[in-house]
């Protein structure tokens, strides 16, 4: 949490942008004087780095910050701010730190619903206000559209994807939508403090901002309730920040912040997304990108459904419902059904795949830019493999190894549990491996795999993995093998991998 004071004053923060160029944050606000109401409207430049602020820009008395955005191109840093009587549009050079102008208000702008938003596709700044937006035009330097609203909208933000903007609609618990290519309204959706209760079961509950961040395609509300109190001061419950799908408009999770969680700010450079909170300070939500795990069947026959489960979860580990999530397999050919899904409240999809070809396949699950794979044996019962003989190493760049390897190895199904054994000697390199199970085989045509555990020159915990080709009277038989010490589908580490045709020798597979 960072916060700011000064030995005379309080500072409220109720706005920020970043800019990317030198990570300086700017957070916008009020200096309250810790004897008397009297408010002086302040943008501190915080150091992102070091977290020090580095320089003030004082707006003045009896003034206040709604909101700060930014225009990359040219440094431009606006400030809509209020003397209460007229709300003022400032705009600071964020290289010099100083102001360079101040622009009379807008039509509908208002210094306490208004909001900043910079529309980098098509260069002009949206300004929130009571049942409307009203555009300016950065490069003219002067006010060239306004589009009404149902409800009073404040604290927007920006998704460069679509070129939509996002306002928070306050008292209503809603966000509204608007096409930054049509200056249109297409959209107004709920949120959960559009239905969350206080203790007299009314609705007055708030949505104060949004803030976009495109790492993860994810938008963020910030939103508490306004609980009655006997004492005469306001108390502000349920202060959250809501992260929503814009794909969907669907809540998929909720963090919990600090009272009147005013504004919000993404920095693109970390991901963080920062929400200034009147009463408490800066906190700092880092959302990242959504954690993927996958648990199923691993090894199934021919024909049978495999049942494999992906799991969707913040940073915290608390579960993202709703998320979008959709399975591929490489080499293409199971059957996946359904072909996507959404996660359940427990942050959960289950799907069923079903290969009639055996193979090793696999899976990639992805949600919102993160992939996470899970390696699926398809077998045909019907199959197995044995072989022996000798052949000179070539390593997987096909370079010589010096010396010679053996082998022999015998590896079936049965009763649908794979069986067998596999021997396999590299002198110069030290290695003497002895199978100890066979977890997996997999027979397709004239070709087989199989995996399983071994010792090592007497040790335990080595994995291993073998691929044969069965040429056939006429054709050339080959032989190849990796070992880890460890699982490799649990980061085991590679100590030995090797093929080459046989020297001596003979592969047989059969598939009946």
């Keep these: 949490m960072l916060s700011a004071w000064t030995p005379d004053a309080y500072f409220c923060p109720t706005a920020m942008t970043v800019d990317t160029s030198n990570e300086h944050l700017f957070v916008g606000g009020y200096a309250l004087p810790i004897t008397g109401w009297q408010t002086s409207?302040?943008?501190?430049?915080?150091?992102?780095?070091?977290?020090?602020?580095?320089a003030a820009v004082d707006l003045g008395a009896d003034n206040s910050v709604a909101s700060l955005a930014i225009n990359s191109q040219n440094g431009h840093v606006f400030v809509l701010g209020s003397s209460w009587s007229?709300?003022?549009l400032t705009v600071i050079d964020a290289t010099t730190n100083s102001i360079i102008s101040t622009t009379g208000q807008g039509s509908g702008v208002s210094p306490r619903y208004g909001g900043l938003v910079f529309d980098s596709l098509n260069g002009d700044l949206y300004v929130t206000g009571p049942n409307g937006v009203s555009v300016y035009s950065d490069s003219a330097g002067e006010w060239v559209a306004r589009i009404n609203t149902p409800y009073e909208v404040m604290n927007p933000s920006f998704d460069p994807t679509n070129g939509y903007i996002y306002m928070a609609t306050n008292y209503e618990g809603y966000i509204s939508v608007i096409d930054g290519s049509t200056n249109t309204l297409v959209a107004t959706f709920p949120t959960p403090a559009s239905t969350t209760l206080n203790s007299l079961g009314l609705v007055d509950s708030h949505v104060y901002a949004t803030a976009f961040n495109p790492n993860n395609g994810y938008l963020y509300a910030t939103s508490n309730t306004y609980e009655p109190s006997n004492s005469g001061y306001d108390v502000w419950v349920n202060n959250?920040?809501?992260?929503?799908?814009?794909?969907?408009?669907a809540t998929v999770s909720s963090v919990d912040v600090g009272r009147i969680p005013w504004y919000l700010a993404f920095n693109p450079l970390n991901g963080d997304v920062y929400v200034a909170c009147v009463l408490d300070g800066v906190y700092v939500v880092k959302p990242g990108i959504p954690i993927v795990s996958v648990s199923g069947d691993s090894v199934v026959p021919t024909g049978t459904s495999a049942t494999v489960t992906v799991l969707v979860t913040n940073n915290n580990g608390q579960p993202i419902g709703g998320a979008p999530v959709a399975i591929t397999a490489s080499?293409?050919?199971?059957?996946?059904?359904?072909?996507?899904?959404?996660?359940s409240a427990e942050g959960e999809a289950v799907f069923a795949i079903v290969a009639s070809v055996p193979g090793i396949y696999t899976l990639s699950s992805s949600v919102s830019g993160a992939t996470e794979t899970w390696t699926?044996?398809?077998?045909?019962?019907?199959g197995n493999a044995a072989g022996g003989g000798w052949y000179y190493p070539l390593d997987d760049l096909n370079n010589p190894l010096p010396g010679k390897a053996t082998f022999g190895f015998v590896a079936q199904y049965q009763k649908g549990q794979a069986q067998g054994n596999l021997e396999f000697q590299f002198h110069d390199s030290g290695i003497n491996l002895e199978s100890t199970s066979i977890t997996w085989l997999v027979v397709s045509e004239s070709s087989a795999q199989f995996k399983g555990t071994a010792i090592v020159n007497g040790d335990s915990g080595y994995h291993f993995r073998v691929m044969a080709h069965d040429g056939g009277s006429q054709g050339t038989d080959t032989f190849a093998i990796k070992i880890w010490l460890g699982d490799p589908d649990a980061g085991g580490t590679l100590i030995h991998s090797s093929h080459n045709i046989l020297g001596g020798g003979n592969v047989i597979v059969r598939t009946k």
């Design 331 to 343: 080499p293409e050919g199971p059957t996946i059904s359904p072909a996507a899904a959404t996660t």
């Design 41 to 54: 409207g302040v943008v501190l430049v915080v150091d992102i780095v070091s977290s020090t602020v580095i």
């Design 86 to 88: 007229s709300p003022l």
């Design 376 to 382: 699926l044996v398809v077998y045909d019962p019907n």
């Design 240 to 249: 959250k920040v809501f992260v929503i799908d814009p794909t969907t408009y």
